[in-house]
């Protein structure tokens, strides 16, 4: 989707957002699927509910993208913009054993940078892809680590009201892989309590998640990371191992190799092979082990 109107060019340009035309969703999700849109870039988040006032006015409508590393973008024309909150400098604050950060900042960074202040409890995430908001947003966990236990505040917008707002950790529920977020919440800034840990701990706890990441995933494929969530007490990628299924493919869509439950894009795979791929080995987890998997990765359709 393309924006035209001179007028809303202007308000644009006045509430100091930043337009990027013909933005290429391929080149900023990790499957590397999707096609172009004008893409808003807002730095200053109390802009965000005129921003998103004005495009409500206007009916325009629109979507918030992230990091793009859980994202499974559809093919062809895309009848929204994005809206994107980019990185700012000083992204990171520290103070004794409290971060601020922004949602928007890279979850890995933010893992070292605590890491060398002697903060830990977070040395799992290391290796999960994209910012610190989409992990909170699916309360993003590995290795036993998982990202909400450490939430105090956060800072919202909230699309059903228009307004900022913030919340305190007790007022969120993480569970595995889901949030009482609302779909329309966008993250902006979250305070994180994390424990004191000398930082030769961390980095073999770094380390040790890093190694156990690249033995079993392929981290250096197109992909969204795991494409189910597990079901409770089972494992997605094992089913689906065990039923021979790696390697099996729709086009350029294709079973990993190394962990089941990711499906990569081997070179020009489109959304429609991607869901096809997703459809395929469902059914044939649903008819041998009577199991319904649930997408783990976010489809915009
Ligand atoms: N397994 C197989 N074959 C496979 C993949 C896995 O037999 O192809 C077996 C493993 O040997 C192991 C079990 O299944 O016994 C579980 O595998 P793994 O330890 O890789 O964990 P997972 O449950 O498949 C989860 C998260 C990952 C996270 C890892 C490590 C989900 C859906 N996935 O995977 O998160 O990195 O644990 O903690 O919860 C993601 O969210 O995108 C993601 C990749």
């Known amino acids: ?54 495009l409500h006015e206007r009916n325009i409508a629109y979507r ?24 700012r400098e000083k992204d990171i604050e520290i103070i ?23 903060l830990g409890g977070m040395e799992g995430l290391i290796g999960v892809p994209g910012t610190v908001g989409g992990a909170l947003r699916m309360n993003a966990g590995a290795y036993g680590t998982q990202i909400g236990s450490h939430v105090r505040e956060i800072k919202i917008f909230r699309g059903s009201t228009g307004q900022l707002a913030t919340l305190k950790g007790d007022q969120i529920s993480f569970e595995y892989r889901h949030t009482s977020f609302a779909p329309d919440d966008i993250m ?21 998640c890093n190694e156990k990441r690249r033995s079993s995933q392929p981290i250096n494929q197109k992909s969204a990371g795991c494409i189910f969530k597990n079901p409770p007490g089972a494992s997605a990628g094992r089913m689906i191992d065990e039923l021979g299924l790696k390697g099996m493919h729709v086009g350029d869509a294709r079973v990993s190799e190394r962990h089941a439950n990711f499906f990569v894009n081997a070179g020009n795979a489109t959304a429609a092979d991607m869901l096809a791929l997703i459809d395929q080995v469902r059914e044939r987890v649903q008819q041998n082990y009577g199991v319904h998997l649930e997408e783990e990765v976010i489809v915009w359709k």
């Open 1 to 54: 989707m393309k924006l035209t109107d001179p007028k809303l060019l202007a308000a644009l340009a006045d509430l100091g957002v930043k337009r990027v035309e013909n933005a290429s969703l391929a080149e900023r999700t990790s499957l590397g699927i999707g096609d172009t849109t004008d893409l808003l870039l807002i730095y200053n988040h109390d802009s965000l509910p005129a921003l998103v006032q004005l």
């Open 64 to 87: 918030f993208l992230g990091g793009g590393t859980n994202l499974l973008v559809r093919d062809g024309d895309l009848p929204w913009i994005c809206i994107q909150l980019p990185r």
């Open 96 to 118: 004794g054993n409290t971060v601020w950060v922004d949602c928007a900042a890279d979850l890995g960074r933010t893992v070292t940078t605590c890491a060398k202040q002697n």
């Open 188 to 208: 902006l800034a979250v305070k994180l309590e994390l424990p004191s840990k000398p930082f030769s701990e961390i980095l073999t706890g770094i380390r040790i």
